[in-house]
């Protein structure tokens, strides 16, 4: 998934502070690890410093969007006043170390998917695998590439330490023991899907399972619906005190929230303009990437023409150019939109289904983004 995409469709803070809230702990929290690293030598302090930087420059997305949702489910004022404003301000302050926690996440699993993508950069800039190398002295031996493997490692290892950080804020969160263990459980599903969507995803790529279309949208539901939409909006649910009803109703909504939005990002991957998506126009069709648009490719006659191509890393521009034109002609391209124009159309009805739930300024939230997701252009 495009971590710049994602940014792209999110709107700006919406000017009640706790976005700035949320940039004050991560740098805490970075700071304190940093600190407790000094007695296990320099090199661990300055694993977390470049940590730090390669976080830094994101839009803070899930975060915004538990805020958001926390907000806009939360009880009136009057109510608030009536269970007492002290509860409220402290359960304000969990929800802030929840969406601290929610970012970490993230960052934990953006550092293992580098690992997995052999990739050295994100957001145009080295990430924590390229900033470990460039660490590295220019006449430094390196016998069998011995220093990626020192960086990758690095990665994989503050990946498992942020992880565990994650579990931390959660677990000692200022929350009623209910709503801490529902927390709990919420994040324990979502690890366990989105680790799914990646282990099917790298087996999709590796030709280990099959890629028929429902397997890929099973992968792009676990892989980015989980962690991106679910997670934030179940979570607000949970801080908030809302209703079964609205966890029910937001979790099916994120989900196709989510799959809408991988679907776009596929589409946008192979169809959009790179000026504005920022990516190698044909990347996902050297890589050989597993998309809805391939599943469906696969059925057509135009197959066996594509088939030659698709996967080959010295893919020219003007191969890509032409099996672009084959998949837009073969009809993936429209299908793909349709599937995008169904998740969007379900989560609608959802939204508008007065029975659901969900408050009028939740819906609200839920709505925007919908528009957001139909305008997108990277």
Sequence with gaps: MSVAAMEAVTAAPRGRGQDGRVQEQLRLFFRSRAASAASYGPSFVR???????????????????????????????????????????????AMIEIAVAVELLHHAFLMHDDVI??????????????????????????????????????AILMGDLLLAGVHQLFARARLPDATRIRLLDLLDHTIS???????????????????????????????????????PLRAAV???GASADADAALS???????????????????????????????????????????????????????????????LTEGEGVEMRVLLADCGARRFVEELIDDELGACRSIIGDTAAGIPPAARRVLLDLIARLEGRRS
């Design 117 to 154: 993508d052999g990739d050295l950069t994100r957001r145009g800039r080295s990430n924590l695998v390229g900033a470990l190398l460039a660490e590295r002295p220019a006449d430094a031996p390196s016998p069998d590439g011995s220093d990626l493997h020192w960086a990758r490692t690095g």
């Design 238 to 240: 949970a801080l908030a």
């Design 193 to 231: 899907e989105s680790v799914a969507g990646e282990e099917l995803d790298v087996g999709l790529s590796a030709g280990v399972v099959a890629p028929d279309l429902m397997t890929i949208l099973d992968m792009s539901r676990c892989k980015t619906a989980a962690y991106t939409f679910e997670l």
């Design 252 to 314: 099916a909504a994120g989900r196709h929230l989510g799959l809408a939005f991988q679907l776009q990002d596929d589409l946008l991957s192979t169809f959009g303009d790179p000026r504005q998506h920022g990516k190698d126009p044909f990347s996902d069709l050297r890589e050989g990437k597993q998309t809805a648009i391939i599943a469906y490719a696969r059925g057509t006659s135009a197959w066996p023409v594509l088939e030659s191509s698709f996967g080959r890393s010295d």
């Design 47 to 93: 694993l977390w410093t470049l940590a730090e930087q390669s976080m830094r420059g994101g839009k803070l997305v899930r975060p915004q969007l538990l805020i958001d949702t926390f907000h806009a489910l939360r009880p009136a004022d009057g109510a608030r006043e009536a269970s007492g404003e002290t509860a409220a301000e402290s359960t304000t302050g």
